[in-house]
C-alpha cells in the first residue's frame, strides 16, 4: 500500500536476500541516523528485522520523530521463501572482483559515499562523492542505467546507499565488501 520496507538486518543477511524495494539500514549500526537520512520522514514504514527486534527498531526510529511504523512483517523469511518473485540478492563485490568488473565492463560509475573528510584523505579513481546522507537528494546525479559500485569506509553506509539506488530503479549496483579500507589496502600492498 506504499508504505517504505525499512530492513533491519546486516548488510550480510539482506545482500543474501531481501524484498524488492527494501532499504537496508542495520540495526547493528547508527540505525537511526541513517534511516533518518535516507527514509523521507512522512512515509509509513514497514519493518523487516529479525523477530524479536522490532519494538527496538520502532523506539530507535521514534527517537528521533518517526512515528509512522505501521508494522513489521511477523517472519520475514517465511514470507521471502513463500514470495520468491518478490525477493532479490544484492550485489556484494570484494575489491579483486571490482577490479575485475572495471576491467570488464566500460563507464561502471563509481560512487563514494563517505563523508567529505573521509573523501578529502583519498578514494577510488574516477569516483563521485556523494555522501549518503544527501543521496536521495541527488540521485539524480547518477545515470540508473550504468552499473554503478558504491563504497564507504568499512561496508555498512555502502549497503543502505546501494539499496535506495536499487528502490529508485538502478538495475545494477552493487557495493564494496570491506570499503574504501579494503580498496585502500590491497592497493598499498600491491
Known sequence: AGALLLDGR???EFARGHLVG???VGLEGRYADFAGSVVPSDADIVLVVEPGF???ARN???RIGFDRVAGYLDDPMGVMAAAPERTQRASRLTVREFEQRRVDIGGIQIVDIRNPGEFALGSVPGATAIPVGQ???RVDELDPNAP???YCAGGYRSSVAAS???QN???DVSDILGGYGAWDESHQNA
Request: overall charge negative; charged content about 20%; hydrophobic content about 40%.
Open 60 to 62: 530507535r526510529l521514534g
Open 135 to 137: 543521496l536521495p537528494g
Open 22 to 24: 527494501s532499504i537496508n
Open 10 to 12: 546486516t548488510p550480510e
Open 54 to 56: 522490532e519494538l527496538e
Open 148 to 150: 554503478t559500485v558504491v
Open 169 to 171: 530503479g538502478f538495475a
Open 164 to 166: 535506495l539506488l536499487r
